[in-house]
């Protein structure tokens, strides 16, 4: 079976989140149980590229507006990710270093998608299906379907995941022109609210659509998100499918950018090790707790409540509590997190930007990783944690509610709130105060969830499944 994944990002060529992550594991895991995937980007002009060969493989043109553009299609030459990696290269469209973040997004993503489907449309051994990745790649299915000039991709089968709702890629329909010339009877299939809306129209036109998690799948019908009722009326196309996690890039034994490698036999010592370097490079004590928050710094992961929530945490714990946070994003949450390491230099501190390696240091060497957020498609972040034996503070929603069980239940092993204020994350971080006092129940939650195995096999076979009953 042969499928062709189309994403914005992909680890490590181009990482902002956890789509980054998934799109650079995906097509690997999918490979490993016998089918044959490999996966689409933009180019983009960062290290990575620069750093790799890369082969022609294709030369087109396409209209956009009154331009016309030149692309390549190129691969990468050494097939280093586990998969075939290719990228649309767009001169005076994409010229950009990252994903996101430039007022022309609207066209560049649009021009990725069309050089995609231009060239699937031209060659003659097409992928079976094409698999596409949030709003960025929202319109292809559209465009298969519609546009006269690719109608030679209508029969070919299409899945659209949504890792995140919240992001819909809408614009307004003054841009309509953009797209390929399309049958116009089906013009209702872009829009959603009467504004252009990728997510919402990938969600009609493509043949199935899936979310990172099962209970994710269940929120989007009564969320805020404005996409409830296309969401209930496509239900039967709709499936939740759990992320995995690189089990090769996410694993303590041989993690290359830890003070210490360690297992579940040596989690003591190895977690400690980490944690003393961790705390010497941001001047807190190592003898504290530790609670960690790795991300996006967005109304939801409730970046928002970040800062509040440590300082009156450090006050009720009479300071007997360390806190580092590594993320940036909304300039009101990164400003507030700058005073408080101002107020609070002994019990917090943290890194505001984006640091792979000292994401990964974080992993091992806290002791809790806290995520308040208010929406979580599937959230990586708690599962490598579980991976580096670091006790996740989560609250109780989307992909959280399916890989966290507290400690309360039965084989429960981390803490969950339900509520999205300052006092429910204070008192689930003095649960989990109460559970580091007792270093044998610390002890053995940890190595219990190092053994977990949340690795993207399980997931990659669900896919196949997906993929087979179409
Ligand atoms: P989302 O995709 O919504 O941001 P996920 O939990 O799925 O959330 O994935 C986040 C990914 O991005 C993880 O790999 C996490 O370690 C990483 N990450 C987020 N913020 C940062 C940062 N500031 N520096 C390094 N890695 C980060
Ligand atoms: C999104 C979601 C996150 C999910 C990730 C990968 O960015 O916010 O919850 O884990 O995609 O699917």
Redesign the pocket.
């Known amino acids: 079976m042969t499928i062709l994944h189309a994403s914005s990002e992909c680890y490590p060529a181009a990482k902002v989140?956890?789509?980054g992550?998934?799109a650079g594991a995906l097509p690997k895991y999918l490979n490993r149980v016998g089918a044959n995937a490999s996966l689409i980007m933009p180019h983009y002009h960062n290290k990575f590229y620069r750093e790799h060969n890369w082969e022609t493989i294709f030369e087109g043109d396409f209209k956009l507006n009154v331009s016309v553009y030149d692309y390549k299609i190129k691969k990468e030459s050494s097939n280093e990710l586990g998969f075939a990696l290719y990228v649309t290269e767009i001169p005076g469209l994409l010229d950009e270093e990252l994903p996101y973040g430039y007022p022309n997004d609207v066209e560049r993503h649009l021009g990725f998608q069309i050089a995609i489907v231009d060239w699937l449309s031209k060659i003659e051994e097409r992928p079976q299906i094409l698999h596409c990745h949030?709003h960025p790649t929202g319109l292809i299915p559209f465009m298969m379907s519609y546009c006269y000039r690719y109608a030679q991709l209508k029969e070919m089968k299409t899945v659209f995941?949504i890792?995140?709702g919240?992001y819909q890629g809408s614009f307004g329909m003054d841009k309509i022109h953009l797209i390929p010339y399309f049958d116009d009877w089906k013009r209702g299939m872009l829009e959603w609210n009467n504004i252009i809306n990728p997510m919402a129209c990938a969600i009609k036109c493509c043949w199935r659509f899936t979310t990172?998690?099962p209970t994710?799948m269940k929120d989007l019908h009564h969320s805020q998100s404005g996409l409830q009722s296309l969401i209930n009326s496509e239900t039967k196309k709709a499936s939740g499918i759990l992320?995995g996690i690189d089990a090769d890039v996410w694993n303590p034994e041989t993690d290359k950018w830890l003070e210490a490698c360690y297992n579940k036999e040596d989690v003591e010592t190895g977690k400690s090790i980490n944690k003393t370097a961790l705390c010497n490079s941001f001047q807190l004590n190592p003898d504290r707790p530790l609670v960690v928050f790795i991300g996006r710094l967005a109304n939801?992961k409730g970046g928002d409540l970040l800062a509040d929530a440590i300082r009156q945490s450090v006050m009720m714990q009479h300071k007997a509590i360390n806190y580092l946070v590594l993320g940036s994003g909304r300039k009101e949450d990164e400003n507030a997190l700058n005073e408080l390491k101002d107020a609070m230099p002994d019990n917090f501190n943290c890194y505001i930007g984006y640091h792979e390696k000292l994401a990964h240091l974080m992993y091992a060497g806290a002791d809790f990783l806290l995520m308040p957020?208010r929406?979580?498609?599937?959230?990586?972040n708690q599962l490598y944690a579980l991976r580096y034996g670091t006790i996740p503070i989560v609250r109780s929603t989307?992909?959280l509610i399916d890989t966290i069980m507290d400690i309360n239940e039965p084989g429960g092993f981390g803490i969950r709130f339900e509520h999205d204020t300052v006092a429910a994350i204070d008192v689930a971080v003095e649960r989990a105060l109460t559970l580091f006092q007792d270093a044998d129940k610390m002890k053995e939650i940890k190595q219990q969830i190092m053994t977990f195995n949340h690795s993207w096999e399980h997931a990659a076979s669900e896919y196949i499944d997906l993929y087979e009953s179409m």
């Open positions: 989140g956890g789509l992550d998934v949030d995941t890792h995140n919240e990172v998690s994710y992320n939801e957020s929406i979580e498609p599937c959230g990586l989307g992909g």
